[in-house]
Nanobody, 117 residues
């Protein structure tokens, strides 16, 4: 069974930076889409950034120009570099992939990001 493991969350002051990582392992099939989502209490999970296997990236308007999604194909890891963080970036960040192997849609356990002074 394939799995995703996130790391890199934590507490940071406004204006600071963090880099999240998501490592895919196990029998996960061929991944064709990677993404990061964010969820805050009482809110739906929202898409923050996505990356296709053709390296086309897309971002939510709220993070455009501040966040960058990238991947290391050799290690099957994706990253989310988050710069100029704002308090409204606070939330639990989830890694998601869509692959060719059932259940086709995989989620990590989430990592907490808190932006506060």
């Amino acid at each position: 069974q394939g799995q995703l493991v996130e790391s890199g969350g934590g507490l940071v002051q406004p204006g600071g930076s963090l880099r999240l990582s998501c490592a895919a392992s196990g029998s996960i099939g061929m991944i064709h889409t990677w993404a990061w989502y964010r969820q805050t209490p009482g809110q739906q999970r929202e898409l923050v950034a996505g990356l296709t296997d053709g390296d086309t990236a897309g971002y939510a308007d709220s993070v455009q120009g501040r966040f960058t999604i990238s991947r290391d194909n050799a290690k099957n890891i994706i990253y989310l570099q988050m710069n100029i963080l704002k308090p409204e970036d606070t939330g639990v960040y989830y890694c998601n992939v869509r692959s060719t192997k059932s259940p086709y849609d995989y989620w990590g356990q989430g990592t907490q990001v808190t932006v506060s002074s």
